[in-house]
C-alpha cells in the first residue's frame, strides 16, 4: 500500500511540476511579447487599414469586365488621331502618372493642371483637383471627348470606333453578356473604372500598420511621428494619407510666392464660382508621392524635399528644420508600392 501511495504521488507531483512548467512558459511568452507601441496605436488610429480593392455596389467588378478596362486603358484609339491613350498620362509603368508638370494631348496642346496618379484613385473622395467627378467612372468618360487631351468629338464616335473592331465586339460581350448591344459608352466608362480600381497596391508602411513594428526603421518611425506632431495628418489622414477632403491651398499666405507657379490657379472656384472655393483643391494621396513628381496641381516643385516645406509653411505655418524634412521624407518612402508587371505594359 505505501509503495502504491509513494507511486501516485510521485506521478501528481510530477504533473503538477509539468503543469507549473507549462504556465510558467506561457507568462513568458505573454511577457516577451511586447505591446504596440503608442506611435504604431496613433498611426492604426488615423490611417486605418489599406483595402485588397476598391469596391463600388454600382458597378461590380468582374474579370471579364476589369480585363476590357485594361484594353480600354491602353489603347490608343480612344483619342482622335490614334496618338494617346489613358496610359499615356497615367502611365503604370511610372507610378501611373508621366512625371510632367502639363500632359501632352492629342493635337500637342498642354493641359491645364498636372495629372495626379492613377493608383489607388478609386479610394478618392472625388476626382480630378477640383473633384468634379464623383467617381472613377465618371472620370474615365472626360478626357476621351476633351479638345484638350483625347479630342474625341462626342461618344457616338467613340462607340462607332469600337463597334468596327472584332476584339472589342467579343470583349464587351464578354464583359456585358445580358446586353444584346453591349458597346455603350457608359459600359466604357464602368469597363475602365473597373480595370482602376484594382489598381490597389500596399507597401512597407502596410506591413508597420498590420502589426509588425520593426518594418519601419527608426528613422523612417521618428518621420512618422514628426509627420503626426507638426499636424500634416489633419489633411493626410484615411487609408491613403489624403484624397478624402477640399482645402485652401495656402492658409497662411499666397501658395504661388511659395511655389513659383507660372499661372495663379483658383482651383475649384472656376467650377463652382463660389467666391469660397477660390485657391480649394482636393487634398492629394501622399501613396507613391516619393514616385508621383512633379508636386501640386501644376507640378511647379520637383523635389519631395521642398514640396514638405512648403506644405508646413503655407498650410501649417511652421518652418520645419532640415532634420525635420529629412525624416518626413525618409517616412513618405515607405508609402512606395510596388505595381506588379501585369498592370504594365
Same mark, same amino acid.
Given at each position: 500500500m505505501k509503495r502504491k501511495l509513494f507511486i501516485v504521488?510521485?506521478?501528481?507531483?510530477?504533473?503538477?511540476?509539468?503543469?507549473?512548467?507549462?504556465?510558467?512558459?506561457?507568462?513568458?511568452?505573454?511577457?516577451?511579447?511586447?505591446?504596440?507601441?503608442?506611435?504604431?496605436?496613433?498611426?492604426?488610429?488615423?490611417?486605418?487599414?489599406?483595402?485588397?480593392?476598391?469596391?463600388?455596389?454600382?458597378?461590380?467588378?468582374?474579370?471579364?469586365?476589369?480585363?476590357?478596362?485594361?484594353?480600354?486603358?491602353?489603347?490608343?484609339?480612344?483619342?482622335?488621331?490614334?496618338?494617346?491613350?489613358?496610359?499615356?498620362?497615367?502611365?503604370?509603368?511610372?507610378?501611373?502618372?508621366?512625371?510632367?508638370?502639363?500632359?501632352?494631348?492629342?493635337?500637342?496642346?498642354?493641359?491645364?493642371?498636372?495629372?495626379?496618379?492613377?493608383?489607388?484613385?478609386?479610394?478618392?473622395?472625388?476626382?480630378?483637383?477640383?473633384?468634379?467627378?464623383?467617381?472613377?467612372?465618371?472620370?474615365?468618360?472626360?478626357?476621351?471627348?476633351?479638345?484638350?487631351?483625347?479630342?474625341?468629338?462626342?461618344?457616338?464616335?467613340?462607340?462607332?470606333?469600337?463597334?468596327?473592331?472584332?476584339?472589342?465586339?467579343?470583349?464587351?460581350?464578354?464583359?456585358?453578356?445580358?446586353?444584346?448591344?453591349?458597346?455603350?459608352?457608359?459600359?466604357?466608362?464602368?469597363?475602365?473604372?473597373?480595370?482602376?480600381?484594382?489598381?490597389?497596391?500596399?507597401?512597407?508602411?502596410?506591413?508597420?500598420?498590420?502589426?509588425?513594428?520593426?518594418?519601419?526603421?527608426?528613422?523612417?518611425?521618428?518621420?512618422?511621428?514628426?509627420?503626426?506632431?507638426?499636424?500634416?495628418?489633419?489633411?493626410?489622414?484615411?487609408?491613403?494619407?489624403?484624397?478624402?477632403?477640399?482645402?485652401?491651398?495656402?492658409?497662411?499666405?499666397?501658395?504661388?510666392?511659395?511655389?513659383?507657379?507660372?499661372?495663379?490657379?483658383?482651383?475649384?472656384?472656376?467650377?463652382?464660382?463660389?467666391?469660397?472655393?477660390?485657391?480649394?483643391?482636393?487634398?492629394?494621396?501622399?501613396?507613391?508621392?516619393?514616385?508621383?513628381?512633379?508636386?501640386?496641381?501644376?507640378?511647379?516643385?520637383?523635389? *519631395?524635399?521642398?514640396?514638405?516645406?512648403?506644405?508646413?509653411?503655407?498650410?501649417?505655418?511652421?518652418? *520645419?528644420?532640415?532634420?525635420?524634412?529629412?525624416?518626413?521624407?525618409?517616412?513618405?518612402?515607405?508609402?512606395?508600392?510596388?505595381?506588379?508587371?501585369?498592370?504594365?505594359?
Amino acid at each position: 500500500m505505501k509503495r502504491k501511495l509513494f507511486i501516485v504521488g510521485t506521478l501528481f507531483v510530477s504533473l503538477f511540476i509539468i503543469s507549473c512548467k507549462n504556465e510558467v512558459e506561457k507568462q513568458v511568452e505573454v511577457e516577451e511579447k511586447e505591446e504596440p507601441s503608442e506611435l504604431w496605436q496613433k498611426a492604426k488610429t488615423f490611417f486605418g487599414e489599406f483595402p485588397v480593392i476598391a469596391e463600388n455596389p454600382e458597378n461590380t467588378i468582374t474579370e471579364e469586365k476589369a480585363y476590357l478596362g485594361k484594353v480600354l486603358f491602353f489603347d490608343k484609339r480612344l483619342s482622335k488621331d490614334n496618338t494617346i491613350s489613358c496610359n499615356s498620362c497615367h502611365n503604370l509603368s511610372t507610378y501611373g502618372v508621366d512625371n510632367l508638370s502639363f500632359s501632352s494631348g492629342n493635337d500637342g496642346a498642354l493641359g491645364g493642371r498636372n495629372s495626379p496618379t492613377v493608383l489607388n484613385a478609386a479610394l478618392h473622395i472625388a476626382q480630378f483637383w477640383d473633384g468634379r467627378a464623383k467617381d472613377v467612372e465618371e472620370q474615365a468618360g472626360g478626357p476621351i471627348l476633351n479638345p484638350v487631351e483625347m479630342a474625341m468629338p462626342n461618344e457616338k464616335a467613340v462607340v462607332e470606333r469600337l463597334s468596327k473592331i472584332e476584339e472589342y465586339k467579343t470583349l464587351f460581350a464578354k464583359a456585358y453578356p445580358n446586353e444584346t448591344s453591349p458597346i455603350t459608352y457608359s459600359n466604357l466608362q464602368n469597363a475602365i473604372g473597373a480595370f482602376e480600381r484594382k489598381l490597389i497596391f500596399p507597401s512597407k508602411f502596410d506591413v508597420y500598420l498590420s502589426g509588425e513594428e520593426k518594418a519601419l526603421n527608426e528613422q523612417e518611425k521618428r518621420g512618422l511621428e514628426t509627420f503626426l506632431s507638426v499636424g500634416c495628418v489633419s489633411c493626410h489622414s484615411g487609408n491613403i494619407l489624403g484624397g478624402q477632403m477640399f482645402q485652401k491651398f495656402g492658409l497662411f499666405g499666397n501658395y504661388w510666392e511659395l511655389t513659383g507657379s507660372k499661372k495663379i490657379d483658383e482651383g475649384k472656384f472656376d467650377a463652382t464660382k463660389n467666391e469660397s472655393d477660390k485657391y480649394v483643391f482636393k487634398t492629394p494621396s501622399l501613396r507613391n508621392i516619393e514616385k508621383t513628381y512633379p508636386y501640386f496641381h501644376d507640378g511647379s516643385v520637383e523635389k *519631395l524635399e521642398d514640396a514638405v516645406k512648403i506644405m508646413a509653411k503655407a498650410q501649417l505655418n511652421k518652418e *520645419l528644420t532640415e532634420n525635420e524634412i529629412s525624416d518626413i521624407v525618409v517616412f513618405l518612402k515607405t508609402l512606395t508600392s510596388e505595381v506588379p508587371e501585369e498592370y504594365k505594359k
